[in-house]
């Protein structure tokens, strides 16, 4: 069902309202630091409320489009948001207003505070653009937008190692760009337009070998971002950027972006039976086993604690491409279910990465041990967080991986069971060190930093909070559970029991 009325305006509006915020505070910038703040967190508010106001028609499966103006003929810049789009703008909206409000306290002595907020609603702008995005021209311009806007962010402090990690993902990311460009050409030329439609838009009758170019050409192009092996390199090294920006860039921002572009690829271009009768679902899957496991053994070696999360990026991102190319009831369901848990999961470690920093000045995993009795809430928290990616039971990692495992035996896919059985128990080989270290070793530094405000405890006990919640209260997991099965019909064109 397509509604009109005022709901379409919605979607250009969001998009509008943060890029109006990053140039108003630009304008501001000379302003109290205090404005500024304002400024953010309302627009923030606001875009919240906005996709809020989306969710009634999404729950009766409805779906809101609104066409701007044409590029080229059959090619248009227009926005549409159905149950996948909608989530991911759910999840954008929610965690950026989080951060929001983590940045004002953590970034409160920053020199450069303005080109902070300004860059990072550019990047707000260009998530809510993807999100919505109708076609894959509309989706490629604020990908690029999103990848020019970030660059900033990742260079923020200005050493020479925030440099050099900003210039390799650069390399990284433009290199991406180009071969997605290349897809849109070649998509364009066997279609005629480049709209996304549920079970996809690419003719039987094109040649095998172009149809799989096209595949390897759409996945350099998602996957630097989605940081599939071996496009993964430079994500590691941007963790020199501020925590706030760590945290959106692992949870909702820029490899979720490549993830949510990979699916879109995957459903409404490819669409899965084409996949299948190419053969080209057999190689997705073993590139996201090879990265689950992977980056798990990656982080297992590092002794950075950023870097350490990155890699538990690299490795909890594939299980949401694992389960929708499985298209298996149950594995989509539980791919949908990732891209929500992981981001509360992450953005939780992240916060509370910053905050274990600013209570007492360590990153380094080595130098973690009594930081348990030190600041009781923070690692609290973090725990909770890290029992979540790891699977543990009553938490949201559990749900999401009990449903991609069903989904692999539904599949006769043992195999797969035995990834996600693998991945988990590296999760566990690299967290539950950590956390006994910090419970259960004394401490070896008497490093100390500063107290914290509610600005950033906050967020880190919320999200704590909810990877609980999720995970034991089914009236609370009721909806993402709903919109998942939503999505999953969509793509299999099922009734989900």
Same mark, same amino acid.
């Given at each position: 069902?397509?509604?009109?009325?005022?709901?379409?305006?919605?979607?250009?509006?969001?998009?509008?309202?943060?890029?109006?915020?990053?140039?108003?505070?630009?304008?501001?910038?000379?302003?109290?630091?205090?404005?500024?703040?304002?400024?953010?967190?309302?627009?923030?508010?606001?875009?919240?409320?906005?996709?809020?106001?989306?969710?009634?028609?999404?729950?009766?499966?409805?779906?809101?489009?609104?066409?701007?103006?044409?590029?080229?003929?059959?090619?248009?810049?227009?926005?549409?948001?159905?149950?996948?789009?909608?989530?991911?703008?759910?999840?954008?909206?929610?965690?950026?207003?989080?951060?929001?409000?983590?940045?004002?306290?953590?970034?409160?002595?920053?020199?450069?505070?303005?080109?902070?907020?300004?860059?990072?609603?550019?990047?707000?702008? /260009?998530?809510?653009?993807?999100?919505?995005?109708?076609?894959?021209?509309?989706?490629?311009?604020?990908?690029?937008?999103?990848?020019?806007?970030?660059?900033?962010?990742?260079?923020?402090?200005?050493?020479?190692?925030?440099?050099?990690?900003?210039?390799?993902?650069?390399?990284?990311?433009?290199?991406?760009?180009?071969?997605?460009?290349?897809?849109?050409?070649?998509?364009?030329?066997?279609?005629?337009?480049?709209?996304?439609?549920?079970?996809?838009?690419?003719?039987?009758?094109?040649?095998?070998?172009?149809?799989?170019?096209?595949?390897?050409?759409?996945?350099?192009?998602?996957?630097?971002? /989605?940081?599939?092996?071996?496009?993964?390199?430079?994500?590691?090294?941007?963790?020199?950027?501020?925590?706030?920006?760590?945290?959106?860039?692992?949870?909702?921002?820029?490899?979720?972006?490549?993830?949510?572009?990979?699916?879109?690829?995957?459903?409404?271009?490819?669409?899965?039976?084409?996949?299948?009768?190419?053969?080209?679902?057999?190689?997705?899957?073993?590139?996201?086993?090879?990265?689950?496991?992977?980056?798990?053994?990656?982080?297992?070696?590092?002794?950075?604690?950023?870097?350490?999360?990155?890699?538990?990026?690299?490795?909890?991102?594939?299980?949401?491409?694992?389960?929708?190319?499985?298209?298996?009831?149950?594995?989509?369901?539980?791919?949908?279910?990732?891209?929500?848990?992981?981001?509360?999961?992450?953005?939780?470690?992240?916060?509370?990465?910053?905050?274990?920093?600013?209570?007492?000045?360590?990153?380094?995993?080595?130098?973690?041990?009594?930081?348990?009795?030190?600041?009781?809430?923070?690692?609290?928290?973090?725990?909770?967080?890290?029992?979540?990616?790891?699977?543990?039971?009553?938490?949201?990692?559990?749900?999401?991986?009990?449903?991609?495992?069903?989904?692999?035996?539904?599949?006769?896919?043992?195999?797969?069971?035995?990834?996600?059985?693998?991945?988990?128990?590296?999760?566990?080989?690299?967290?539950?060190?950590?956390?006994?270290?910090?419970?259960?070793?004394?401490?070896?530094?008497?490093?100390?930093?500063?107290?914290?405000?509610?600005?950033?405890?906050?967020?880190?006990?919320?999200?704590?909070?909810?990877?609980?919640?999720?995970?034991?209260?089914?009236?609370?997991?009721?909806?993402?559970?709903?919109?998942?099965?939503?999505?999953?019909?969509?793509?299999?064109?099922?009734?989900?029991?």
């Amino acid at each position: 069902m397509v509604c009109g009325g005022v709901f379409p305006l919605i979607l250009p509006l969001t998009v509008l309202v943060s890029y109006l915020t990053a140039f108003l505070i630009w304008i501001l910038r000379d302003k109290p630091a205090q404005i500024h703040n304002r400024a953010a967190v309302g627009s923030a508010l606001i875009n919240l409320a906005l996709v809020l106001c989306l969710l009634p028609g999404i729950w009766r499966e409805a779906a809101f489009s609104c066409n701007l103006f044409t590029f080229i003929p059959s090619v248009d810049i227009a926005f549409r948001v159905d149950g996948l789009g909608y989530l991911f703008a759910l999840i954008a909206s929610f965690y950026w207003l989080l951060t929001a409000i983590y940045s004002v306290e953590y970034m409160r002595n920053d020199k450069f505070p303005a080109r902070y907020w300004f860059f990072l609603f550019l990047c707000m702008g /260009s998530v809510l653009g993807i999100a919505f995005a109708a076609n894959l021209f509309t989706l490629f311009l604020f990908y690029e937008i999103l990848t020019i806007c970030t660059y900033p962010l990742i260079v923020h402090a200005q050493t020479p190692q925030a440099i050099k990690a900003g210039r390799k993902y650069l390399v990284y990311s433009m290199a991406g760009g180009t071969a997605l460009m290349l897809s849109l050409v070649i998509t364009y030329l066997l279609c005629g337009h480049l709209d996304f439609r549920p079970g996809g838009i690419l003719p039987d009758s094109a040649s095998y070998s172009i149809l799989r170019l096209l595949f390897i050409t759409f996945m350099v192009g998602f996957g630097v971002k /989605s940081v599939i092996f071996p496009l993964h390199g430079w994500l590691p090294d941007a963790m020199i950027a501020p925590t706030p920006v760590s945290a959106i860039l692992h949870a909702v921002a820029v490899v979720k972006a490549g993830v949510y572009g990979i699916l879109r690829i995957v459903i409404d271009i490819f669409g899965l039976q084409l996949l299948q009768k190419l053969h080209l679902n057999e190689w997705l899957l073993a590139l996201a086993g090879i990265t689950i496991i992977g980056g798990s053994l990656m982080a297992l070696r590092q002794t950075n604690l950023k870097k350490m999360l990155a890699y538990s990026t690299i490795s909890q991102l594939s299980y949401i491409i694992l389960g929708v190319v499985m298209a298996t009831p149950s594995g989509i369901i539980g791919g949908i279910l990732q891209m929500l848990y992981q981001s509360v999961m992450k953005i939780s470690l992240f916060f509370c990465a910053g905050a274990i920093y600013r209570q007492t000045g360590v990153s380094e995993i080595a130098d973690m041990g009594g930081l348990g009795e030190k600041i009781p809430l923070t690692m609290f928290a973090f725990s909770i967080a890290a029992l979540g990616t790891i699977g543990f039971p009553g938490t949201a990692g559990f749900i999401s991986k009990w449903y991609l495992a069903m989904g692999a035996m539904e599949a006769g896919r043992f195999f797969m069971v035995g990834v996600i059985i693998s991945g988990t128990l590296l999760n566990a080989g690299y967290y539950l060190p950590l956390l006994y270290k910090a419970f259960f070793q004394e401490s070896l530094t008497r490093q100390k930093g500063q107290a914290l405000s509610l600005l950033m405890t906050g967020p880190c006990l919320l999200t704590a909070g909810l990877v609980l919640a999720l995970g034991l209260c089914l009236w609370v997991h009721k909806l993402p559970l709903h919109l998942a099965q939503n999505i999953a019909e969509g793509v299999l064109y099922f009734k989900c029991p």
